[in-house]
């Protein structure tokens, strides 16, 4: 009967966007206007509606500018009448949130860590400013030119005490190339790290083969094409999948 979002896939596609993009945008700019809060008087009903209409599985519950808490859909179907204030039962509601000033960064580990589908923004007097669901991340990487930016991928696989970040940069600009963004993650041998580098030119056969030459293994590479016609056709789903 309700929507549940798939949070490890939302999560495994989020990863991917923000490899490759890297806006420095903070809590405050990804705030959203579409999630609107629950009152203490609202019933369990109505939260239930409101969940199934905005695709989500945790709302937020504020008096005036106080946020209470988080209440799931578990919370609400385990009310004995539901068709009571949320405010006559007795909750065990989470308080995650975050404060305007957080990075976004932020907001995805909390989202990914609590499996939540939206994470509320706080401003310093602890006032509820708004709330920001996982579409609204994705959505405003996509804006950032995640997908736009033109250029090629490569991957370097190597280990921890051989990352040098300088000389991996002077190796790209020697070959009248910059490094757009980069990304560290584990590879899949845990003694090694996997280096993903955004190069702003779509040829990147000369840094591959300088990579190469300084004996850097370069484990994947793409092209701007093949690299962004599957970013997109992978975006575009996603978005159909919350759009059902």
């Known amino acids: 009967m309700f929507f549940v979002v798939n949070l490890q896939k939302i999560h495994r596609f989020a990863h991917k966007i923000i490899l490759y993009s890297s806006p420095k945008m903070l809590a405050r700019d990804l705030i959203s206007d579409s999630i609107p809060p629950l009152k203490t008087s609202d019933t369990g009903l109505k939260a239930l509606k409101w969940m199934e209409e905005f695709r989500m599985y ?12 988080l209440i799931s859909e578990e919370d609400i179907l385990s ?3 539901p068709e009571e204030a949320i405010g006559n039962h007795k ?3 989470i308080r ?8 976004f960064y932020e907001v995805i580990k909390m989202i990914a860590s609590m499996d939540l589908s939206l994470v509320p923004v706080l401003n310093e007097e602890q006032h509820y400013l708004g709330a920001i669901t996982t579409a609204d991340i ?14 090629g991928i490569i991957v370097l696989e190597m280990n921890l005490h051989d990352y040098h970040l300088s000389e991996i940069a002077h ?18 041998d845990n003694s090694k790290i996997d280096l993903t580098l955004k190069i702003n030119k779509t040829d990147i056969s000369r840094i591959l083969s300088a990579f190469y030459r300084y004996n850097y293994f370069v484990k994947a590479s793409y092209q701007e094409k093949e690299f962004f016609d599957d970013m997109k056709k992978r975006y575009d789903s996603f978005m159909n999948y919350l759009n059902i």
Do not use: R, W
């Not at 937020?60 to 209470?68: G, S, Y």
């Open 58 to 69: 945790h709302l937020p519950i504020v008096n005036n500018v106080e946020f209470l808490g």
């Open 79 to 81: 009310m004995n009448a």
């Open 91 to 93: 909750l065990s509601l």
């Open 96 to 103: 995650p949130f975050v404060t305007e000033h957080q990075h």
């Open 138 to 151: 994705l959505k405003k990487m996509a804006e950032s030119g995640g997908l736009q930016n033109s250029g």
């Open 171 to 188: 190796i790209v600009e020697s070959n009248d190339c910059l490094i757009l963004n980069s990304y560290v993650s584990n590879s899949t």
